[in-house]
């Protein structure tokens, strides 16, 4: 298998861990979804709404320039009250904002982990209803056939075509398509 060219995942740290040890060139984006509840669990309710708006004007800027003075902005609003929410953002801003190196047309599918985590809920919530399922062949097999079922409701990616020029190491600032690197392919 070639190194993947971007992971995308919450804060677990083994993962990001054995990422680096296996595919010391793949790129880190962490899942915006997860970053978010992180926040707003250190924030207090009364807090949440602007936080929420706060956040979204960070993940759904026009470009990470713009991304960054949101950022800025989240920091200097919440930063002196609620300095552990905000250095959730802070700390992880770079692997929060990577997804702003990649074509703008694939920037929804990169920010969270969530549709791959929405398929295997789907198993884990089957096998749990059933009580697991009585031998390892009928549990991949149910496993196989509710994947299966999940995949006709996944979103096809935005641009296929730009996914190719991704792996070939095409050179993407604000979205759009600037150059190519000067590396080999490994």
Not at 52 to 62: G, N, P, R, S, V
Not at 120 to 126: C, D
């Amino acid at each position: 298998m070639r190194a993947p060219v971007l992971a995308v995942g919450d804060g677990a740290l083994g993962f990001w861990a054995a990422l680096r040890e296996v595919f010391p060139g793949t790129r880190e984006q962490r899942d915006w979804f997860h970053k978010t509840a992180n926040v707003l669990a250190a924030l207090p309710k009364s807090a949440h709404p602007g936080a929420k708006a706060a956040l979204a004007e960070i993940w759904d800027a026009e470009d990470k320039r713009r991304a960054q003075a949101a950022a800025k902005r989240f920091a200097a609003a919440y930063g002196i009250k609620f300095a552990k929410a905000t250095a959730k953002i802070t700390d992880d801003l770079e692997v929060l904002l990577t997804y702003y190196d990649y074509p703008a047309e694939h920037w929804v599918h990169l920010r969270t982990s969530n549709p791959i985590e929405s398929t295997f809920a789907t198993v884990r919530h089957r096998t749990r209803v059933t009580k697991g399922p009585g031998s390892r062949a009928a549990g991949l097999a149910m496993a196989f056939k509710l994947i299966e079922s999940a995949q006709d409701r996944w979103r096809a990616v935005n641009a296929p075509h730009l996914v190719a020029l991704v792996r070939a190491g095409a050179r993407f600032e604000a979205g759009k398509l600037v150059g190519r690197y000067e590396q080999a392919a490994a």
